[in-house]
């Protein structure tokens, strides 16, 4: 595996210290700026192992090794952003089924039941096909998304 030699200069130094100190910053990026400030190859202080890094913040050997090599490839600041991703979500609920899913919630429920349950609203989408199968807490956050509420 490739190894990433992290050296900061002092500003650097200086601004995760500062950040490290004020509470006013996301955890991940405080975690972060420790870890290059304890890989640091440019300080005085006493060099720690990796796995004295692991132990004392309680991350993976990975995480050090990811953070030192967005450091030493795109800089600093991309050394403390959360990395982007690349994964594409499919879409679940398309227009379609999203106006029949309201139609359904709007309409009357089924005999035997007081009102629509989200998982009879599922069942019920499975039932007219729209989807192969879909969970009630997709119906759950498509209703939250139109604003749709059964309780009413």
């Known amino acids: 595996m490739d190894t990433f030699k992290v050296t900061l200069t002092k500003?650097?130094?200086?601004?995760?210290?500062?950040m490290t100190r004020t509470g006013t910053y996301a955890a991940r990026k405080?975690?972060?700026?420790l870890i290059l400030l304890n890989v640091d190859r440019g300080s005085d202080v006493?060099?720690?192992?990796?796995?004295?890094?692991?132990?004392?913040?309680?991350?993976?050997?990975?995480?050090i090794d990811r953070v030192k090599k967005r450091f030493v490839a795109d800089g600093l600041e991309?050394?403390?952003?959360?990395a982007p991703t690349s994964r594409v979500y499919d879409k679940l609920v398309d227009g379609d089924m999203e106006?029949?899913?309201?139609?359904?919630?709007?309409?009357?429920?089924?005999?035997?039941f007081a009102r629509w349950s989200l998982r009879l609203l599922a069942d019920?989408?499975?039932e007219l096909r729209f989807s192969d199968g879909i969970s009630y807490e997709t119906v759950?956050?498509?209703q939250k998304k139109t604003n749709l509420s059964l309780g009413k």
């Open 46 to 63: 006493k060099k720690q192992t990796n796995e004295d890094i692991c132990k004392v913040l309680k991350i993976g050997m990975r995480t």
């Open 30 to 33: 405080i975690i972060h700026a």
């Open 11 to 18: 500003e650097e130094r200086d601004q995760l210290t500062e």
């Open 124 to 126: 019920k989408l499975v």
């Open 78 to 82: 991309s050394a403390l952003k959360k």
């Open 140 to 142: 759950r956050w498509t």
């Open 99 to 112: 106006a029949h899913l309201i139609a359904l919630a709007c309409g009357e429920p089924p005999e035997g």
